[in-house]
């Protein structure tokens, strides 16, 4: 399996507080992304990282900001929580070695917003 | 702009019968497609991949899936299934840009004993 972490792995937090996510992969792989999970929508795009300080919105980036200061951590930050980010948040890499590259997934953080 | 469809949000299948799994994608080149299996309470484990070459490609825990460009499908297959492998299964294809992928809305596979 991939060495990739992410946590907390379970989260309950009040409407309006900020709530950072946490993603640390262990690969040295270039590219991190940050999905969402929720039921009868799949896997969706928050943000992906390129590399160090290099980040980009993919398909629901409101509500969210990343930071990737090292190759190795990628955060996802919401900074007023919202009842509608309550979503299970999974993170993944891909090596992007100059061919195209599968993802892979860690195990998945729980967000309740209360 | 490229998209998956999964047409069955449930399947069930008896313990030991076939499997199919229906996908279809909409990209204008040559795309790049997977299937993903998410045990519950799991992240998502990769079955397979496509990316060029034999149309029927094979993957790991007994499935295959076989890419048909003339049909924009690539579903997913196994001969006989175990309760083991009751799941949700994703289709996904890749954007060929960033190694973004997007993903199909999942089809949750029941076993019957």
């Known amino acids: 399996d991939a060495g990739i972490t992410q946590s907390p792995r379970h989260k309950v937090t009040e409407t309006g507080t900020p709530v950072t996510l946490r993603c640390h992969q262990t690969?040295?792989?270039?590219?991190m992304y940050w999905y969402r999970q929720d039921p009868g929508h799949g896997l969706r795009l928050i943000h992906y990282?390129?590399?160090?300080?290099?980040?980009d919105k993919g398909e629901v980036s409101d509500g969210y900001s990343v930071s990737r200061s090292k190759t190795e951590d990628f955060l996802l930050t919401l900074e007023s929580a919202t009842s509608s980010q309550t979503s299970v948040y999974f993170c993944a890499i891909s090596p992007s070695d100059g061919s195209y590259n599968e993802q892979f997934f860690g195990p998945g953080t729980r967000l309740t917003v209360l | 702009a490229q998209s998956v469809t999964q047409p069955d949000i449930h399947i069930t299948v008896s313990e030991g019968a076939s499997l199919e799994l229906r996908c279809n994608y909409s990209?204008?080149?040559?795309?790049?497609l997977f299937w993903y299996v998410q045990s519950p309470g799991q992240g998502l484990q990769l079955l397979l991949k496509y990316f060029s070459g034999d149309t029927l490609v094979q993957g790991i825990k007994g499935f295959e899936a076989e890419f048909k460009r003339s049909q924009s499908s690539f579903n997913l297959r196994k001969p006989s299934v175990h309760w083991s492998d009751a799941a949700e299964y994703f289709c996904a294809v890749g954007e060929n840009r960033d190694d973004k992928i997007i993903f199909g809305k999942g089809t949750r596979l029941h076993i019957l004993p």
């Open positions: 990282s390129y590399g160090v300080k290099d980040t």
């Open positions: 690969e040295n792989h270039r590219y």
């Open positions: 990209y204008g080149a040559t795309p790049y």
